[in-house]
T-cell receptor, first 117, second 109 residues
């Protein structure tokens, strides 16, 4: 089975532009989460989607938005890009069981490296 | 969200055991202790997780203090491929992981 796939792998944008990042979860995984990782820091949680509904949101401005499609793939959109948005954007997918102790791990993609100039 | 404290960096020689500590004095009763690692230029990778009892898997062991205010990730025989940043995370579930700055492990041949 393929792992979590993200596209594109690298992207260069200009300040003020808009960007769309894409994520395909592992087959059968209905939960997708997005993270931003600035150089030298740990990943920061942005959004979580489950069954096409937003289930969690981190401390990010409204310029950041996301959605999940019927096939459970997801898009992260960032408007009005700032230099500070330059980062590695990571997508993670996981199974969701009703019994919490069965939720073992999140699977991360390789990320999209966004550079804003 | 509960906070964890880890050393910024640690060193080990190949083939030796490595003990990576994590303090989490404000852990709540519903928090699981998760460990992930991130190799250079890759996304984080799950290592192990536990709630109260010590846990073992093919990658590592997790020793959890009786009061759950600290834990230790144990790599039994470090290899060069274990060089990575190791994150200790407290979380109710796997969908919202709050990463700290982690411990950068260097492994020397």
């Amino acid at each position: 089975d393929a792992g979590v796939t993200q596209s594109p792998t690298h992207l260069i944008k200009t300040r003020g532009q808009h960007v769309t990042l894409r994520c395909s979860p592992i087959s059968g995984h209905k939960s997708v989460s997005w993270y931003q990782q600035v150089l030298g820091q740990g990943p920061q949680f942005i959004f979580q989607y489950y069954e096409k509904e937003e289930r969690g949101r981190g401390n990010f401005p409204d310029r950041f938005s996301a959605r999940q499609f019927p096939n459970y793939s997801s898009e992260l959109n960032v408007n009005a890009l700032l230099l500070g948005d330059s980062a590695l954007y990571l997508c993670a997918s996981s199974l969701q069981y009703e019994r919490r102790e069965m939720n073992t791990e999140a699977f991360f993609g390789q990320g999209t490296r966004l550079t804003v100039v | 969200d509960a906070k964890t404290t880890q050393p910024n960096s640690m060193e080990s020689n190949e083939e030796e055991p490595v003990h990576l500590p994590c303090n989490h004095s404000t852990i709540s009763g519903t928090d699981y202790i998760h460990w992930y690692r991130q190799l250079p230029s890759q996304g984080p990778e799950y290592v192990i997780h536990g709630l109260t009892s010590n846990v073992n898997n093919r990658m590592a062991s997790l020793a959890i203090a009786e009061d759950r205010k600290s834990s230790t990730l144990i790599l039994h025989r470090a290899t060069l491929r274990d060089a990575a940043v190791y994150y200790c995370i407290l979380s109710y579930n796997t969908d919202k992981l709050i990463f700290g700055t982690g411990t950068r492990l260097q492994v020397f041949p």
